[in-house]
């Protein structure tokens, strides 16, 4: 038997020999040079997502250490005294009278009215203002208002009996507030840039905090800390 | 003269033949074997290489990760700002629709005009009622308001509601006008 098999292959083995060569590369391309380049392409893709990603995260955490955590801290709460997540309404009625005394107006009421009306993206609740001064001073008044600490839009001037004693002016404010965001960004997600306008505003803030009476301006009510 | 003369059966020659085109055949086969299992190994050596690349890349981001969430409450202090000053830029120190058009109506009225009342509505629209001491007055509150240079095309309509003259010459009128 041996010896026919031997026979059989030296008479054949000009068709046998190529054969067997065929299918052993046959064999190797396809259980391995193939699937092992196909995982290859593969993982390439994922090794440069993940190098990306590294470094992404690398440069976001060089970024936050860099950041200054008091002066964070400073400019958070000058935002959150601008634009609180609470309506506070004690802080609102007290800068309300400041503002108003300091206009050269003398307030005759003040009435909290409809919460919860949307202004844009955020919330806000309407103040009815009832005030006597000279009409002059009025405008002045209007640019405090929406110049101050906390942001205040109005939404209905009604003057009335104006004459040389004074006028009756009832204002319709509406003073914005808005809830803390739920999602403050993955680990992923890109750190928010503050671009020069936004310093710029921040700078805004921090000059009319401080040029207002601190009684009301400088801290927002609720937690010290409102991520914990 | 060289004769050559070839005594060997032809049977050994063509064997002889067979045999040389079976050791090309044979180096060739040996040779694309021998390539096949370099390029085997080969990307078994990368493939081993790469998935060590990605286990660095991989600790490398998973200590990232946690250094990130380790600063989170930065991260949350720097969304909740920049959050909160895309809504205070909308707003800070830019006149609401009814402060401006207050202001704009103040400024057109003449001086000598006296405003009894004057009302701003949500809309914007202006009602107000003034008393003008003569015709030049009256005739400069209602060319000041309706041209759209003086009024900054901020007004769509301007009805004169009521206008009365009294005993003294004075001009009483009602004004209303609608804000774009």
């Known amino acids: 038997m041996k010896k026919e098999i031997i026979k059989f292959y030296l008479e054949y083995k000009l068709y046998i020999f190529p054969a067997v060569v065929a299918l052993s590369s046959l064999f190797l391309i396809i259980f391995a040079i193939y699937p092992q380049t196909a995982k290859l392409i593969d993982g390439q893709k994922s090794a440069s997502q993940l190098a990306g990603k590294s470094e992404f995260l690398e440069t976001k955490v060089q970024a936050l250490e860099s950041v200054d955590g008091e002066d964070l801290a400073r400019k958070v709460r000058f935002v959150l005294n601008a634009l609180p997540a609470e309506k506070d309404f004690a802080n609102v009625l007290a800068l309300l009278q400041q503002l108003t005394a300091e206009s050269g107006f003398s307030v005759s009421s003040i009435a909290l009215g409809n919460s919860g009306t949307k202004m844009g993206n955020s919330d806000s609740f309407d103040v009815r203002m009832e005030i006597r001064g000279s009409k002059v001073f009025l405008q002045g008044l209007l640019s405090n208002l929406e110049n101050s600490p906390r942001l205040i839009r109005v939404k209905v001037i009604d003057i009335s009996s104006a004459n040389q004693q004074g006028a009756d002016i009832a204002l319709s404010l509406g003073v914005l507030y808005s809830g803390l965001p739920k999602d403050f960004g993955a680990a992923d997600s890109p750190l928010p840039e503050l671009t020069s306008a936004d310093e710029g505003l921040i700078a805004a803030l921090e000059k009319i905090n401080t040029t207002t009476p601190t009684s009301f301006a400088q801290s927002p009510r609720g937690k010290a800390n409102p991520f914990e | ?180």
């Open chain 2, 1 to 180: 003269m060289k004769i050559s003369i070839n005594l060997l059966p032809p049977e050994l020659t063509a064997q002889k033949k067979k045999s040389v085109k079976f050791i090309k055949i044979q180096f060739i086969g040996i040779s694309i074997v021998l390539v096949m299992i370099f390029l085997s190994s080969l990307t078994l050596a990368l493939r081993i290489l790469q998935n060590r690349n990605i286990s660095l890349y991989q600790a490398r981001v998973a200590g990232a990760e946690q250094r990130v969430s380790d600063l989170k409450n930065t991260q949350a202090s720097l969304t909740l700002l920049k959050n909160r000053l895309q809504v205070i830029d909308q707003y800070l120190g830019v006149a609401s629709k009814q402060t401006s058009i207050y202001q704009l109506v103040d400024k057109l009225l003449p001086q000598s005009a006296v405003v009894s009342s004057i009302s701003v509505d949500q809309t914007g629209g202006v009602t107000f009622v003034a008393v003008l001491p003569d015709n030049s007055a009256l005739e400069s509150l209602v060319t000041n308001l309706t041209d759209t240079e003086e009024n900054k095309e901020k007004f769509s309509q301007v009805t004169i509601e009521s206008l009365n003259r009294d005993k003294q010459g004075l001009y009483r009128t009602s004004l209303r006008i609608k804000a774009i």
